[in-house]
C-alpha cells in the first residue's frame, strides 16, 4: 500500500451467468491459490500464476502479463491466473479487461478470500467504494484466509476514499490484529492521528513505521510536520535534511520548499 500500496458490457453477461453469491455469504474455503492442485494442467498453471505474482510484486509487469497469459491458457478453469490477470490489468490501468478479469475469477471461485480481497480493490478503484467494502469484509472474514490484514488495510485505504476517517482508523486498527508490523496500515493510523491533532500518538506510530521499514518520502514529511506541531525544532530540521538528501524530486520535499505544511 506509503502510497496505496502496495489492484464493461461483456462483464454484466458474464455476472448473470454465473450466480455469484452476494458478498459475505457461503462457507469459508482455503483460497484455491493454496490448494492442491488437481490435475497437471491444473498444476501448471499454478506454477504460472504464482510465477506472475512474483514479477508483478518486483515491477516487471510485461513477465507478470505473459505468466497470466501462459496460466489462463494451460487451464482456462483456474481462477487465480484471471485474478492474477486482473492485477496486472490494473497496473496496466486497463480497467475494462480488468473487470472482465476479475469477473471470471469471482465466477469461477466465488468464496475465494483472496479474490474477493482483489476484487473489492478493483471495485474501490473503480468508484465503487460502497460495494468493494462487502468483498473486504468476506475475505476478512474467512477463517482460513492467512492473511486477513490484507482486506483490512484495504477497506480502511477504501474508507479512505470515501473521506471515512473514522471507518478507516476502525479498519487500520483491525488489520494489526492479524499482523501487528503492518507498516502500510501503521503509517495511515500515525496519519489520521495527526490529521485530528493527537500528535504525540501520530509520533509514537510513526516511531514503528520507522523501527519497521525505511524511510521513504511520506513518512519523512509526516515526520517533520509531527514534529513542527510538537516544537521541537532539532527533530524537524533533522528529518527535513533526510527528505531534502533522500527525496529532493517528491512532491513531499516540493511541500517542504512551499512552506505547505498542511
Given at each position: 500500500m506509503?502510497?496505496?500500496?502496495?489492484?464493461?458490457?461483456?462483464?454484466?453477461?458474464?455476472?448473470a451467468c454465473?450466480?455469484?453469491?452476494?458478498?459475505g455469504?457461503?462457507?469459508?474455503?482455503?483460497?484455491?491459490?493454496e490448494?492442491?492442485?488437481?490435475?497437471?494442467a491444473?498444476?501448471?498453471?499454478?506454477?504460472?500464476?504464482?510465477?506472475?505474482?512474483?514479477?508483478?510484486?518486483?515491477?516487471?509487469?510485461?513477465v507478470?502479463?505473459?505468466e497470466?497469459?501462459?496460466?489462463?491458457?494451460?487451464?482456462?478453469?483456474?481462477?487465480?491466473?484471471?485474478n492474477?490477470m486482473?492485477?496486472?490489468?490494473?497496473?496496466?490501468?486497463d480497467?475494462?479487461?480488468?473487470?472482465?478479469?476479475?469477473?471470471?475469477?469471482i465466477?469461477l471461485?466465488?468464496?475465494?478470500?483472496q479474490?474477493?480481497?482483489?476484487?473489492?480493490?478493483f471495485?474501490?478503484?473503480s468508484g465503487?467504494?460502497?460495494?468493494a467494502?462487502?468483498y473486504?469484509?468476506m475475505a476478512?472474514?474467512?477463517?482460513?484466509?492467512?492473511?486477513?490484514t490484507?482486506?483490512?488495510?484495504?477497506?480502511?485505504?477504501?474508507?479512505?476514499r470515501?473521506?471515512d476517517?473514522?471507518?478507516?482508523?476502525?479498519?487500520?486498527?483491525?488489520?494489526l490484529v492479524?499482523?501487528?508490523?503492518?507498516?502500510q496500515?501503521?503509517f495511515?493510523?500515525?496519519?489520521?492521528?495527526?490529521?485530528?491533532?493527537?500528535?504525540?500518538?501520530a509520533?509514537?506510530?510513526?516511531?514503528?513505521?520507522?523501527?519497521?521499514?525505511?524511510?521513504?518520502?511520506?513518512s519523512?514529511?509526516?515526520?517533520?510536520?509531527?514534529?513542527?506541531k510538537?516544537?521541537?525544532?532539532q527533530?524537524?530540521?533533522?528529518?527535513?535534511s533526510?527528505?531534502?538528501?533522500?527525496f529532493?524530486?517528491?512532491?513531499?520535499?516540493?511541500?517542504?520548499?512551499?512552506?505547505?505544511?498542511e
Amino acid at each position: 500500500m506509503t502510497r496505496a500500496i502496495l489492484l464493461f458490457p461483456l462483464v454484466a453477461l458474464l455476472a448473470a451467468c454465473a450466480g455469484r453469491p452476494s458478498p459475505g455469504t457461503g462457507q469459508a474455503t482455503v483460497p484455491v491459490s493454496e490448494q492442491a492442485p488437481a490435475g497437471v494442467a491444473e498444476k501448471s498453471a499454478k506454477t504460472h500464476s504464482e510465477l506472475g505474482v512474483l514479477y508483478l510484486q518486483a515491477g516487471n509487469v510485461a513477465v507478470a502479463l505473459e505468466e497470466a497469459r501462459i496460466a489462463q491458457a494451460i487451464d482456462p478453469s483456474y481462477a487465480p491466473a484471471h485474478n492474477l490477470m486482473g492485477l496486472v490489468q490494473i497496473v496496466l490501468n486497463d480497467m475494462l479487461q480488468a473487470r472482465v478479469s476479475f469477473e471470471r475469477a469471482i465466477q469461477l471461485a466465488p468464496g475465494d478470500p483472496q479474490i474477493a480481497n482483489d476484487y473489492g480493490w478493483f471495485l474501490c478503484l473503480s468508484g465503487r467504494e460502497q460495494e468493494a467494502m462487502g468483498y473486504f469484509t468476506m475475505a476478512a472474514r474467512n477463517p482460513l484466509y492467512k492473511t486477513r490484514t490484507r482486506p483490512y488495510t484495504n477497506a480502511g485505504l477504501c474508507a479512505l476514499r470515501m473521506k471515512d476517517d473514522k471507518l478507516a482508523e476502525e479498519n487500520f486498527q483491525r488489520a494489526l490484529v492479524f499482523d501487528g508490523s503492518n507498516v502500510q496500515a501503521i503509517f495511515h493510523l500515525a496519519s489520521l492521528a495527526y490529521k485530528r491533532g493527537d500528535y504525540f500518538t501520530a509520533k509514537r506510530y510513526l516511531g514503528e513505521v520507522q523501527r519497521n521499514t525505511e524511510p521513504n518520502a511520506e513518512s519523512l514529511w509526516l515526520g517533520v510536520r509531527i514534529e513542527r506541531k510538537l516544537g521541537d525544532r532539532q527533530a524537524e530540521a533533522s528529518l527535513a535534511s533526510q527528505l531534502r538528501r533522500k527525496f529532493a524530486g517528491s512532491p513531499e520535499y516540493q511541500a517542504l520548499m512551499e512552506g505547505k505544511y498542511e
